[in-house]
């Protein structure tokens, strides 16, 4: 949209109406520098909730219903909303292994990614889906939507000593982790074959940053402590053992300068072609 458009639209727009659409952007997003984990923590309401497994169960139950095509934040489309990228580095990966693909999807919710990315898979002669989340949500997600190829552990260390994945996917979800340094080298020392992140942020400029994120209630009520990283610093865990596959842009887009990106990244042993 162009400026002479954007300042036409303007004029027809009424004062009021202009004010409450700042307003909104000016009360959600990401806000804050602190100092640590715990003073974020402090301020937030958290994930605990209910009502937040509450709204994503409704949302997953209309999909398996066949009334939605996929999620994501609870918001559901009826059309195709995957990350290339990152399928294409899923498909990539199961090429490599007799069209085979063992997934360790750690936190995705009740099957965000998977039903994002599952018409795609579907062809494979073999896809086994396993998804690590919190408590409430692998409970829920056991009771209503495991099938066959759709699991749901606890526990990182017990789904890879069950299903040995070929590759673990940590979409939107690095940023949440208290420690995600510790997370980091504790994968890393996993040895899985890939790592794939996506929906990471960067910040433009300066060190790592500790935030609240402030979610709008039309999606959920609920505000909780996110990281924004440098980006090299975050590089420089992998090299020992990994090698940069590919690299790749994600489309949020925020408050705060910054970038969310996404990366594949293989063990060094193997090869690329």
């Not at 400026?3 to 009424?14: A, R, V």
Request: hydrophobic share 40%; proline share 4%.
């Amino acid at each position: 949209m162009n400026k002479y458009i954007k300042e036409t639209i303007k004029d027809f727009i009424p004062p009021v109406f202009l004010k409450i659409a700042q307003d909104i952007t000016a009360k959600y997003g990401f806000f804050g520098n602190y100092s640590s984990w715990d003073a974020a923590k402090k301020a937030s309401t958290g994930y605990g909730d209910d009502l937040i497994l509450t709204k994503v169960k409704k949302s997953f139950l209309k999909i398996k219903a066949g009334e939605a095509f996929c999620e994501r934040d609870s918001a559901l489309f009826n059309s195709i909303q995957c990350s290339w990228p990152l399928l294409a580095g899923l498909l990539w990966i199961a090429s490599k292994n007799n069209n085979r693909l063992i997934v360790a999807d750690f936190g995705g919710s009740l099957g965000s990614t998977y039903f994002q990315c599952k018409l795609f898979l579907s062809n494979l002669n073999e896809l086994k889906w396993n998804i690590i989340e919190q408590k409430k949500f692998v409970a829920c997600g056991k009771e209503m939507f495991e099938n066959e190829q759709l699991h749901f552990s606890y526990d990182l260390e017990s789904c890879s000593q069950q299903v040995n994945p070929d590759v673990i996917i940590l979409s939107a979800v690095l940023q949440y982790l208290e420690n995600p340094y510790l997370f980091l080298e504790k994968i890393i020392n996993m040895d899985f074959k890939y790592i794939i992140f996506d929906r990471t942020p960067f910040l433009n400029k300066g060190k790592d940053r500790i935030t609240i994120q402030k979610v709008p209630p039309h999606i959920y009520d609920a505000s909780y402590p996110a990281w924004f990283f440098n980006e090299e610093k975050f590089l420089k865990f992998f090299p020992e053992k990994y090698r940069m596959i590919a690299e790749f842009d994600a489309h949020d887009k925020v408050n705060i300068p910054s970038k969310f990106k996404g990366f594949i990244f293989g063990k060094i042993e193997i090869k690329s072609n």
